[in-house]
């Protein structure tokens, strides 16, 4: 048997109250129209001030689990950007609310990118015999930490979150996770960032009397800053070169691919990488219409959202490819199994 992290279980949670774009419309300047036709997306939906991340995260974990069944998972990675606290982790906390005991449990951050980074990780743990089962959770409150003036950033990301468990299995199975890629360009990570609140600007100076910690000129940020143009360009030409990568090294034309499945960032950064692999505009899964970019939730949002509408059947060549600060970005190719549904 040649060990490998196979898919076994699917979940999705999305906080209940929507903004639409005609909602943002009362608060910002901007248009439905604009914000349809230069990005893709009508509506998103929006946390509660007192919801936290891991409150969405348990709901999608807890989900995923049950569509997995009864086996206890003995790891949990939380792929997140905006964790409950700077520290601890957020992935111990969701650990013990789902009822999982004293099992490893962290977080990833590889922003948008995050998801991908976790299912690698979880690939690694089973891989190494560290765990059987792994609950991968992607779960992001981006609303928290956009600027309320910024239209460019209200206008795309929503809350959400999703998650997987892998179970230990066979390389030549459905479900079994790769060719996996990943990579990143930290020549890039200031096109998408949140300057202040960490070590190199913290929200205060140091109380020693010899630190020489000095505010930024600019005063501090708490504010999610993305530079759109640069950012569009790298996501587009980083998901394709990934996707060729995966493909390839599964063998697969990107004809064969059944369903393509990108980064919920932007209708047009997906419309553009599956004109240049090329992939048919059909056979890509579009979510984010309903959703926004939900960042590390992207992906497993996406992927249950097709499970669920029924545009996934076991056997199909399933290629996933993300890109997000860092920067980051990776694909991951697998051949859907037969799933249980929630
Ligand atoms: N409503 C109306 N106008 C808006 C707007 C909104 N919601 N958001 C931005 N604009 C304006 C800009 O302020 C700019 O105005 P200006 O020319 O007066 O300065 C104008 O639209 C054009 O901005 P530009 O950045 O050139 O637009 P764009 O076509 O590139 O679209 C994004 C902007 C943000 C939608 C686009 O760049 C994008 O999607 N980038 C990638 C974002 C992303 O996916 N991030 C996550 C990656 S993980």
Redesign the pocket.
């Given at each position: 048997m040649n060990r490998a992290a196979v898919l076994c279980g699917l979940g999705s949670w999305l906080p209940p109250a929507v903004v639409t774009n005609q909602d943002l419309e009362a608060e910002?300047?901007?248009?439905d129209e604009?914000?349809r036709s230069?990005?893709g997306i009508s509506r998103r939906h929006v946390a509660a001030r007192d919801t936290a991340t891991s409150d969405l995260a348990v709901e999608a974990g807890a989900r995923a689990l049950k569509s997995a069944g009864s086996d206890p998972v003995d790891a949990v990675v939380v792929a997140t950007t905006t964790p409950d606290h700077s520290c601890p982790a957020t992935a111990p906390s969701v650990a013990a609310r789902l009822g999982l005991g004293t099992v490893a449990a962290f977080d990833v951050a590889a922003?948008?990118t995050g998801f991908l980074y976790g299912l690698a990780t979880a690939a690694g743990l089973i891989a190494t015999h560290t765990a059987e089962r792994v609950l991968v959770i992607g779960a992001d409150k981006f609303s928290g930490i956009l600027d309320p003036h910024d239209?460019?950033t209200r206008?795309?990301f929503g809350d959400g979150a999703g998650a997987a468990v892998l179970r230990a299995g066979d390389a030549a199975e459905a479900g079994a996770l790769g060719p996996l890629v990943l990579a990143s360009d930290g020549t890039g990570s200031d096109l998408?960032c949140v300057r202040s609140g960490g070590s190199r600007e913290p929200w205060h100076t140091s109380t020693t009397p010899e630190s020489k910690a000095v505010p930024s000129p600019l005063g501090p940020d708490p504010y999610f800053r993305?530079n759109?143009?640069a950012?569009?360009r790298n996501?587009v030409e980083r998901m394709v070169e990934s996707s060729r990568t995966a493909a390839g090294r599964a063998g697969w034309a990107v004809e064969d691919i059944d369903l393509f499945v990108a980064?919920q960032?932007?209708l047009r950064?997906m419309h553009a990488v599956a004109d240049r692999l090329p992939v048919p505009r059909p056979r890509c899964h579009v979510h984010l219409d309903r959703v926004g970019?939900t960042a590390a939730a992207s992906l497993p949002l996406a992927l249950d959202d097709a499970a669920v509408s029924g545009r996934l059947a076991a056997g199909d060549r399933v290629l996933l490819t993300a890109?997000?600060?860092g920067l980051t970005w990776g694909a991951c190719a697998l051949r859907w199994p037969e799933l249980g549904t929630v």
């Open positions: 910002l300047d901007t248009t604009w914000v230069r990005t922003v948008c239209r460019s206008a795309i998408i993305m759109g143009k950012v569009f996501a980064h960032a932007n950064i970019n890109f997000g600060g």
